[in-house]
Structures are given as structure tokens and as C-alpha cells.
């Protein structure tokens, strides 16, 4: 088994930044993808960015040029740095880890308020 934890999330004016981390315990050593998804309200959960093991990164194009996906193995800690945040950005976001077996783990979820 795999616990996540997010912290770093809450109400920030457009334009402004924010920055996501996860904290991963547990079964780490199963650990290959970690990555952040995103629920807007009325909204089905989304892709924003997500990175292999070996620091191979993607993300959605919706965020493409303003978020960045990170990883520190030795910490079991994976961050999204959030930059030139939108309204539309507003969404509770939840970290995801899968594991070499295909198992998926999630965080608990943290809201991210974009608004002036």
C-alpha cells in the first residue's frame, strides 16, 4: 500500500503562483508514475501533469507553459509548481501515484482557489 499527502494548496489571485507538494509513504519502492489530477466542480477528474520514475514528464495542454511537474526520489516527493493561474484553474487537486503492478493511490485532495 501507498499513502499520499498534499499540502500547498489555497486561494490565490490570477496570475499569481502556487506550489503543490505530495508525500509518499508506504510501499514506495512499487511506486513507477506519480502525477496531479484535477476536479472542477460539475467536472470530471482530469490529467494535469505526471512524471515516470526516471523524470519523464507530460502534461495537459491546458496547463502547458505555466505548470511544472517535479520529483525528488530521495524524499518520495513530487511537486507541481503553478504559475499564471487562471479562474479556471480553481479545482480540488489530488496526487496520484501508480505502481509497477498497476495499482493506483490517491491523496486525500487539496483545493486550489484561483480568484480575486
Known amino acids: 500500500q501507498v499513502q499520499l499527502v498534499e499540502s500547498g494548496g489555497g486561494l490565490v489571485q490570477p496570475g499569481g503562483s502556487l506550489r503543490l507538494s505530495c508525500a509518499a509513504s508506504?510501499?514506495?519502492?512499487?511506486?513507477?508514475?506519480m502525477g496531479w489530477y484535477r476536479q472542477a466542480p460539475g467536472k470530471q477528474r482530469e490529467l494535469v501533469a505526471e512524471i515516470s520514475r526516471g523524470g519523464i514528464t507530460s502534461c495537459a495542454d491546458s496547463v502547458k507553459g505555466r505548470f511544472t511537474i517535479s520529483r525528488d526520489n530521495a524524499k518520495n516527493t513530487v511537486y507541481l509548481q503553478m504559475n499564471s493561474l487562471k479562474p479556471e484553474d480553481t479545482a480540488v487537486y489530488y496526487c496520484?501515484?501508480?505502481?509497477?503492478?498497476?495499482?493506483?493511490?490517491w491523496g486525500q485532495g487539496t483545493q486550489v482557489t484561483v480568484s480575486s
Open positions: 508506504g510501499s514506495i519502492f512499487s511506486i513507477n508514475a
Open positions: 496520484n501515484a501508480q505502481s509497477f503492478e498497476s495499482n493506483w493511490y
